[in-house]
């Protein structure tokens, strides 16, 4: 495999004297598509803010693309978010803004780029999304699985290599879930970037996954490719999968 591009090292944080991440560690390889499942409230929104240096560690490392990330001052670290595009669970759009404006917010926000060119790249990563034409339309006159393809065209706005998805199917109906599933596989293979995945849905997870990453109660406790996931003999992981009420609770 490649190197790491993500690597959480033995990660402790603690929120208003709590702890949540208890020991996490995580290597994320350029190019794979790593899923984070495990339950509600286990920690898995809090991980995706570590590596993006919004939350820091209380102990730990959080290496993102060769640098250290909890060491940084703050222009560092903004150099190293460019490379991170993100979903996040209620896909985030500004509503008093257009589509384009939402899609063309980083590019205006960081780049010098002329507007006849950012209007060029908005264009094109809308309908990269399946949205083309969309830019004068408002968030408010969209469906759900619209505003998520349209957070996702904000999200590749600065072509980052690496793509953070914080529940991205999450309240919608099966039809728009497998739309969307199949533009993130798509965009994940013809971006060429790493995705990280962030998910309870356990089809959505073995169809996107090249590898699954369980967390429970702040930490990972079994990687594995999707194969090795279903075969996992971890009495947690094997009551996540069957569904079982409590899954896995006191067993690990
Ligand atoms: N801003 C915050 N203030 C206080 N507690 C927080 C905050 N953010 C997270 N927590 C706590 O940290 C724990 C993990 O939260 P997190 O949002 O990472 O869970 P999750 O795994 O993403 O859950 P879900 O699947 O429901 O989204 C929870 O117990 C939550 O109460
Ligand atoms: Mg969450």
Redesign the pocket.
């Given at each position: 495999m490649n190197r790491p591009i993500i690597s959480l090292k033995d990660v402790h944080l603690s929120?208003?004297g709590?702890p949540?991440l208890k020991g996490l560690s995580l290597d994320i390889y350029e190019g794979e598509t790593m899923i984070i499942m495990?339950?509600?409230?286990?920690?898995?929104?809090?991980?995706?803010?570590v590596i993006l240096g919004l939350l820091k560690p209380d102990s730990g490392e959080v290496w993102v693309d060769g640098k250290e990330i909890t060491k940084l001052d703050q222009d560092e670290l903004n150099e190293v978010r460019k490379k991170i595009g993100v979903l996040f669970?209620s896909s985030a759009l500004f509503d008093s803004l257009t589509v384009g404006e939402n899609v063309a917010f980083m590019l205006n926000q960081h780049t010098d780029l002329p507007k006849e060119e950012i209007k060029k790249i908005v264009a094109e990563k809308l309908a990269l999304v399946g949205m083309a034409g969309t830019e004068d339309m408002k968030p408010a006159q969209l469906s759900g699985g619209m505003r998520k393809r349209v957070g996702l065209a904000r999200a590749i706005a600065m072509n980052p290599k690496i793509i953070l998805y914080?529940?991205p199917t999450t309240a919608l109906d099966p039809i728009t879930v497998s739309g969307i599933l199949r533009l993130i596989k798509g965009l994940h293979d013809k971006l060429g970037v790493t995705s990280v995945i962030?998910t309870?849905d356990i089809p959505s997870a073995f169809f996107l996954g090249s590898r699954i990453a369980m967390?429970h109660d702040?930490r990972i406790i079994e990687v594995g490719s999707p194969e090795e996931i279903k075969r996992s003999e971890n009495p947690f992981v094997k009551a996540f999968l069957s569904g079982e009420p409590d899954a896995g609770e006191e067993m690990v």
């Open positions: 929120i208003d709590k949540v495990g339950r509600s409230g286990c920690g898995k929104t809090v991980t995706l803010k669970q914080d529940e962030v309870h967390m702040g």
